[in-house]
């Protein structure tokens, strides 16, 4: 497997910015061909570089909420354990991490019912557990630079791709439907599917689903989102980071962190430590240096708690096996 190359990684940059951007306008922003974007990207698509999906904004779903999950494992168990999270549809960024001893994963809860956060304290082989609710994701310009460490896209050719792209409205009035849930499933496996295809998987016309896509994601309901497998990119360091601010701070802390290019996510969330961020790095000197320079340089950061992350079992949507991205597996019937 070739390693991505500077075109590669202009292309995945461009697609962090704007998922569905026609072929013919990233060609045209990184200067190549419109045939050479559609077969390169083909190429990290079937290779497992990367995959591009839709997801409903967590924050949006009624009587739902976003949690991020830390568990404790007796030794040894680790794996097994993220593994069966992996399967689940309701999860997400399953990770073993702490030398081993710890999982993190993400997870959509059902406040009306008893799930994971009900369920895995009891597991045998969970020691310590604690959840902590996703209050407010902080984005800013530093998750889409990430993916693409010294190949990013510049201010213009950035204005260039993104220019008559609509500005997300963030209307609350919007929200996913119980009818929306075939897109959602088909923009999940593909996020670039035709117009075509996802009317075949929604029974809608082309022309109902253009506009749904487009009013859900205006209204910022449902966004688009890469799964990459990052060390293929040159990304073999990453670790989850546990900030505590003081409340005063934490809006403006982490509007910080969300321009920073090392990290990939920034939240607010419940627990001791209020808000968390993944950092995605070159190598160890290179998160040691990012540590010791810009989160240092943030005055509202009283202390931060770092996990290197040894195994990422599952991104937003997609596993991870050998270092390459793969389509998930079903728990057995």
């Not at 059902?110 to 557990?129: E, K, M, W």
């Not at 309901?221 to 900030?243: E, K, M, P, Q, R």
């Not at 599952?314 to 390459?324: E, Y």
Request: proline letters at 5%; hydrophobic letters at 45%.
């Amino acid at each position: 497997m070739v390693a991505p190359d500077r075109i590669d990684q202009q292309i995945l940059h461009a697609l962090q910015l704007s998922p569905r951007a026609p072929f013919a306008r990233i060609a045209s922003v990184i200067g190549v061909s419109e045939q050479t974007v559609a077969r390169r990207y083909q190429r990290l698509r079937t290779t497992g570089v990367v995959r591009v999906l839709a997801r409903a904004n967590p924050t949006r779903l009624p009587g739902k909420s976003y949690w991020t999950l830390r568990i404790g494992c007796r030794p040894g168990t680790a794996a097994t354990l993220a593994d069966a999270l992996a399967r689940r549809d309701d999860t997400s960024w399953v990770s073993i991490g702490a030398g081993g001893a710890e999982i993190t994963c993400q997870a959509l809860v059902d406040d009306q019912q008893a799930g994971l956060l009900h369920h895995l304290p009891r597991a045998s082989n969970v020691l310590t557990f604690t959840a902590h609710q996703l209050l407010h994701r902080f984005v800013g310009r530093g998750e889409s630079d990430w993916i693409a460490p010294g190949h990013e896209l510049d201010d213009a050719q950035r204005a260039a791709l993104l220019e008559g792209v609509a500005t997300v409205t963030h209307d609350r009035s919007v929200q996913v439907e119980e009818a929306d849930a075939p897109l959602l499933d088909a923009l999940a496996r593909d996020g670039r599917a035709s117009w075509a295809a996802l009317a075949a998987a929604t029974g809608w016309t082309q022309r109902q689903v253009a506009l749904r896509v487009a009013t859900l994601t205006t209204a910022g309901a449902v966004y688009f989102d890469l799964d990459v497998a990052s060390s293929a990119v040159g990304i073999h360091t990453v670790a989850n980071l546990w900030f505590t601010v003081a409340p005063a701070d934490l809006a403006a802390v982490g509007a910080q962190l969300a321009d920073h290019t090392e990290l990939a996510y920034a939240a607010a969330v419940t627990g001791r430590t209020n808000l968390m961020a993944s950092a995605m790095c070159r190598d160890a000197a290179a998160l040691y240096h990012y540590l010791t320079t810009k989160v240092a340089a943030i005055p509202g950061v009283q202390a931060v708690e770092t996990v290197p992350l040894l195994t990422r079992v599952k991104q937003a949507h997609f596993l991870i096996q050998n270092g390459r991205v793969h389509e998930p597996r079903r728990p057995a019937p």
